[in-house]
């Protein structure tokens, strides 16, 4: 209590308070402030100010009380502010790890339903080729020889040939024709859903952060679920 008594400048006891400038003072400062209006001897004052010293404590009290609570607020807000973080980052990881799974699958399965349309498609086109490629080897067995005997044999040569290659001419014909009734090719486009480009134009906005400002509510943890 004695430095605290004493004048900061000059280190003398503090005795003076000089009201026009708020000022405790020394016996030096007296000097200083001697022009002016409002000085008084601190002896003097203290007793006037009873009431007022009473009530600057109860407001301290009442401010360290307050300032103490909001001290723990902060504490335990803090430790709110950590588990509000997980809490939104396992939010945001389990609904964007089940939405990359779900594209992962309809990858895979969309995929698997074309290549297995493909390999079927392949498959019938390559049978197709091959039987084309034998009814093409039936006729180069067949028509030279029938054009020949055509232009250059007798009617009863041309009559036994026909009869002799009828079969054969017949199941040309008939392969032919349905091959011209069979569709040739195939072409598959891929089509998202609707909704899929809606996300897809949303772009980043698909997630938002709702911020909420609340006063400190008393003694309440946010726990991490
Ligand atoms: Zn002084
Ligand atoms: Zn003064």
Redesign the pocket.
Request: glycine share 2%; aromatic share 6%.
């Given at each position: 209590m004695k430095g605290m008594a004493r004048c900061k400048e000059h280190f003398e006891i503090i005795k003076f308070i000089?009201e026009?400038?708020s000022?405790l003072?020394c016996s030096e400062c007296l000097f200083?402030?001697r022009?002016?209006k409002?000085?008084n001897k601190v002896t003097e004052q203290c007793k006037l100010h009873l009431e007022e010293y009473r009530s600057a404590q109860a407001s301290l009290e009442n401010s360290r009380a307050r300032v103490h609570a909001v001290i723990e607020d902060c504490e335990r807000e803090i430790e709110n502010i950590n588990n509000n973080g997980l809490k939104v980052s396992k939010e945001i990881n389990v609904h964007i790890d089940s939405i990359i799974v779900m594209l992962n699958n309809t990858r895979s399965t969309v995929l698997k339903e074309a290549n297995t349309k493909f390999d079927t498609e392949t498959q019938l086109l390559r049978v197709r080729h091959s039987t084309c490629k034998s009814i093409e080897a039936t006729i180069a067995e067949i028509l030279p020889l029938y054009s020949l005997v055509l232009k250059a044999g007798t009617p009863e040569q041309t009559f036994i040939l026909t009869r002799m290659f009828k079969e054969k001419i017949a199941h040309v014909q008939h392969e032919v024709a349905k091959q011209d009734e069979t569709p040739c090719s195939i072409r598959i486009n891929v089509e998202f859903a609707p909704e899929m480009s809606a996300l897809l134009k949303k772009g980043y906005s698909i997630v938002s952060l709702q911020m909420n400002y609340n006063s400190f509510e008393k003694g309440k943890k946010l726990i991490d679920q």
């Amino acid at each position: 209590m004695k430095g605290m008594a004493r004048c900061k400048e000059h280190f003398e006891i503090i005795k003076f308070i000089c009201e026009d400038h708020s000022l405790l003072c020394c016996s030096e400062c007296l000097f200083i402030h001697r022009k002016c209006k409002h000085v008084n001897k601190v002896t003097e004052q203290c007793k006037l100010h009873l009431e007022e010293y009473r009530s600057a404590q109860a407001s301290l009290e009442n401010s360290r009380a307050r300032v103490h609570a909001v001290i723990e607020d902060c504490e335990r807000e803090i430790e709110n502010i950590n588990n509000n973080g997980l809490k939104v980052s396992k939010e945001i990881n389990v609904h964007i790890d089940s939405i990359i799974v779900m594209l992962n699958n309809t990858r895979s399965t969309v995929l698997k339903e074309a290549n297995t349309k493909f390999d079927t498609e392949t498959q019938l086109l390559r049978v197709r080729h091959s039987t084309c490629k034998s009814i093409e080897a039936t006729i180069a067995e067949i028509l030279p020889l029938y054009s020949l005997v055509l232009k250059a044999g007798t009617p009863e040569q041309t009559f036994i040939l026909t009869r002799m290659f009828k079969e054969k001419i017949a199941h040309v014909q008939h392969e032919v024709a349905k091959q011209d009734e069979t569709p040739c090719s195939i072409r598959i486009n891929v089509e998202f859903a609707p909704e899929m480009s809606a996300l897809l134009k949303k772009g980043y906005s698909i997630v938002s952060l709702q911020m909420n400002y609340n006063s400190f509510e008393k003694g309440k943890k946010l726990i991490d679920q």
